[in-house]
């Protein structure tokens, strides 16, 4: 049972181009750090040119709100002051932001809200988080709520964790709102320190290559990899009080700790600590530009994903390996949470046009599956503009 009403014509109050406040909210990538975030360690995401577009208008109704997607044709009202229950789909980011906002004590009145998606859905690029934290930071603008962008960097992964029921890191409402124009975030996932390299990356670009494969990170599989790291974390805890979590740990230290772990655990807090390693590397060898070296760590990070973390599939998986006798592509990986969605390849300019075809013709012959490709700048966070 929810207490939303599907609705399937655009809000009235809105004329064609009008809108009070209007927010562009971009979609992310991440070259590398997957699964990291929250186990308190590295990630290097940064926002993309691809974006989900949302305009506001007040709509002077005693507390009714409706929201219509102009790209699903379709939407839903809700009224503020009823109880909010979980709904079937992307209704769930909308209300949970809301619910998360009246729950901080935000003051909201009835409001309309056009939501246009410039990015592909469910591809691993967090379509999800661009809604959160496109709308949490629309209706800051239309009612003055003055918040700060990382209370809306928060409030929106609490939204996802609490209500659609995620239990995703912070990485990706962070890079939504947090980024630079031409940078990649070094992010500590503990503190949120974050250094911004520059996005150098010389002669080559970076493409996503969509598997097309469906995948939501609410799934049970998502939730079960970070339950298995905390589980791990609470053994060694009984000992070693002052771990905190899978960054506080050291190869050493878990192989001491092998025999008391499910081998599971002892897999996935393997892959972590290796992760954030590779992630610091990374950083260096982007700084100085050594790109074939940034692309090696692509490739021991899908394999880590692959093997150890095992949230890689077979339609990933025969991305990464087609890319490996190319010598104009410096490294591939799986992005995002996993189980489908992009790999995000770096690869010289001048070749890209030629490997899509490529690639998209083996990727059809071998699953029937059309593949996207899908060319990423790194890009500023949001974007409000105010009537
Ligand atoms: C998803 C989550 F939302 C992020 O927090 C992160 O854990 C990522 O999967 C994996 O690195 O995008």
């Not at 962070?174 to 996005?199: G, T």
């Not at 970076?206 to 974390?233: F, G, K, M, P, Q």
Request: aromatic share 10%; proline share 2%.
């Amino acid at each position: 049972m929810t207490n939303i009403r599907a609705i399937s014509t655009k809000p009235s109050v809105f004329k064609d181009t009008g809108y009070a406040v209007r927010v562009e909210s971009p979609g992310r990538i991440n070259l590398i750090g997957e699964h990291t975030d929250y186990n308190e360690g590295f990630v290097m995401p940064t926002a993309i040119d691809k974006r989900i577009i949302l305009r506001f208008q007040k709509n002077e109704t005693d507390n009714y709100c409706r929201v219509y997607s102009e790209t699903f044709g379709k939407g839903f009202e809700f009224h503020l002051d009823k109880a909010f229950t979980k709904a079937e789909g992307w209704e769930n980011y909308i209300l949970g932001v809301v619910k998360e906002l009246q729950d901080n004590g935000a003051k909201l009145e009835g409001f309309d809200c056009i939501i246009e998606s410039k990015l592909p859905l469910g591809a691993g690029i967090s379509s999800s988080a661009a809604l959160e934290c496109g709308l949490a930071s629309g209706l800051n603008a239309l009612f003055d709520l003055g918040l700060e962008d990382l209370e809306i960097v928060k409030l929106s992964q609490k939204a996802e964790n609490d209500f659609v029921g995620s239990n995703c890191g912070i990485m990706d409402q962070y890079s939504s709102v947090m980024s630079k124009p031409d940078h990649i975030i070094l992010l500590d996932c503990r503190d949120l320190k974050a250094e911004f390299i520059p996005a150098d990356f010389r002669n080559c670009k970076l493409l996503l290559l969509n598997t097309n494969v469906s995948h939501s990170i609410a799934d049970s599989d998502y939730n079960s990899r970070r339950a298995e790291c905390e589980a791990a974390v609470e053994i060694i805890q009984k000992e070693l009080p002052e771990i905190r979590s899978v960054r506080d740990l050291n190869f050493e230290i878990l192989d001491q700790f092998k025999d008391k772990l499910k081998a599971k655990m002892y897999e996935r807090c393997l892959y972590v600590l290796k992760e954030n390693e590779r992630v610091l590397k990374a950083a260096e060898t982007l700084k100085s530009g050594s790109l074939k070296e940034f692309g090696e760590l692509m490739y021991g990070s899908h394999e880590g994903l692959q093997h150890n973390y095992e949230v890689s599939c077979k339609e990933l998986d025969f991305l990464v390996d087609y890319s490996r006798d190319k010598d104009f592509i410096y490294g591939s990986r799986m992005m995002g949470g996993g189980f489908g969605g992009c790999t995000i390849n770096l690869i010289e300019e001048d070749k890209i046009d030629e490997y899509i075809d490529e690639v998209s013709a083996a990727y059809f012959a071998k699953f029937n599956i059309k593949l996207d490709a899908i060319i990423v700048q790194p890009d500023e966070g949001t974007k409000i503009f105010k009537e």
